[in-house]
Each structure stands twice: as C-alpha cells, then as structure tokens.
C-alpha cells in the first residue's frame, strides 16, 4: 500500500497545480513562474544528489574507490536517454513557436503534452527506484526517505501542473480540458515508477547505476529545459531565490525522513 500511495502522490500534486485553472482567471504572471521554475529546478537538483546519487554510491562500497564508478556510468547512461527521446519525440515546449525533434503533423496541443511527458517522465524514474532500493534494504535508502522524495517530487509538481494548464487555457482550451492536459501530463510519473519497480526487483545488482540513471536523466531535464527557461531576462533573480528555497526544502525533507 505504502508503495501505490508512494508512486501515486506526485501525479495528485499534478492534478492539484492543474486545478489552479479553475480558480485564477489570467494566465500567470512572468514573476510567478520564473520563481516556481526555479523551484522546481531545486528539488530536483537535490533529490538526484542526496536521495540517488549518494546511495547509489553508498550501495556500490562506500569507501571504496571504485564505488563512484555505478554512479558515473548510470548518470552518464541517463543524460543520454533523454537526449536520444528529446531527439526522437516531437515535441514543443511551453513559449515556444518552434518544435524540436523530427517533423510531424500532430497538434501543438499533443506535441506541448508530449515535451512535459518527457519532463515527467525521469521523475516518476527517480520515485520508483527509490522505492525498490527501500523495499530491498538497499544502503542508504528507507522507505521514509523514498516517501521524502515521493513528497517532494509531488510539491514541484504542484506549480509545474498550474505552468502547464494555464497556457493551456490561454490558447482557448476549455478549463476542463486544460485541467485533463495538465493531469495527463503527470500520469507517466507512476507509470514509469512502477516500471522501475518492477524491472529492479529482477535486476536487484543493478540497482545503483538505476539510482544514478534516474538522476541523470533528472539534472538532464533541469539543465535543457528548467533553468534556461528560468534564468531568462527578467525577473531571472526570482528564479534563483526559488531553486535555493526547492533545494533546501528537499534536502531537509530527505534528511529529517531518511
């Protein structure tokens, strides 16, 4: 039960920033959403390095020299990923009028779903292996601490439903529609947790450089497409006061619930 409400809790977080659509009238303001981007630029950078990083490390010797080896290969591994589905999927980020990846004729409504699918996706990565470490006893990893990332995750995932349903709504989407692009948009987040979970319960020595894959493939989404996005002019000093306060929060919430 712990594990379902565990790969679960980031698509809630999810829905509930895509509810936002039905209570704010205007589009959000450029200062709101440099600061939430940063914020979740925050969480993320910290929930690879303390809660997949570390153990993966943690799980491969400690001490031993050769315990930072999973942890490179993996993360390596995970940039790589993304960079081969970013290359692969046409999709087209939010204020943007050019699509990336190869020509298509979906709709700029699907191609928009599709670039957060991919955002979404190392996240639900991170929660599920996380998950499998805790459930098999891996070093450095309780089911406190998994809950942590699982929370964590899911607070970012508030504002990054209300940044992706409002422009929705801008474009002349209806609210309900708005709101189920954004809630969609969540949904492979449990989807690829549980895929995880289950592939690591198979492939159990594996297991760090899955930790590490997920955080790579985490820092790739914020490094192509968070922090560009926030640290554009203006307003970009909101955007570093928000991944200081994500970074923070998350390190905290994994240390105090690991």
């Given at each position: ?9 980031p ?8 509810a ?21 630029s925050?969480?993320?950078?910290a ?17 031993n ?60 990565m ?21 809950v ?16 992706i ?25 449990p ?44 307003h ?23």
């Open positions: 039960m712990t594990l379902i409400l565990g790969l679960l809790i698509l809630l977080g999810t829905m509930l920033g895509s936002f659509v039905f209570f704010m009238k205007d589009d959000m303001s450029p200062r709101v959403q440099k600061t939430l981007l940063g914020f979740a925050g969480v993320m950078v929930a690879s390095v303390w809660s997949l990083l570390i153990p993966a490390m943690d799980m491969s010797g400690g001490e020299a050769f315990s930072v080896v999973p942890a490179a290969v993996g993360f390596l591994l995970g940039m790589g990923f993304l960079l081969l589905l970013d290359e692969l999927t046409p999709h087209l980020h939010l204020g943007s009028d050019h699509p990336e990846g190869p020509r298509s004729h979906l709709s700029r409504t699907v191609m928009l779903a599709l670039a957060v699918t991919i955002h979404n996706l190392p996240e639900g991170a929660v599920g292996v996380v998950f499998a470490g805790a459930t098999q006893g891996a070093a450095g990893l309780s089911l406190a601490s998994a942590a990332v699982s929370l964590g995750i899911a607070i970012q995932n508030i504002p990054e439903g209300a940044i349903s409002m422009p929705m709504r801008a474009e002349g989407n209806s609210r309900w529609r708005s709101f189920l692009i954004g809630s969609l948009s969540g949904a492979v987040e989807l690829g947790g549980l895929a995880v979970v289950l592939l690591a319960s198979l492939l159990t020595p594996i297991l760090p450089y899955m930790l590490a894959f997920a955080a790579g493939a985490m820092f790739y989404v914020v490094v192509e497409e968070l922090i560009p996005e926030a640290s554009s002019e203006p970009s000093n909101l955007s570093t006061i928000g991944f200081a306060g994500g970074f923070v929060l998350m390190m905290v919430m994994d240390v105090v619930m690991g």
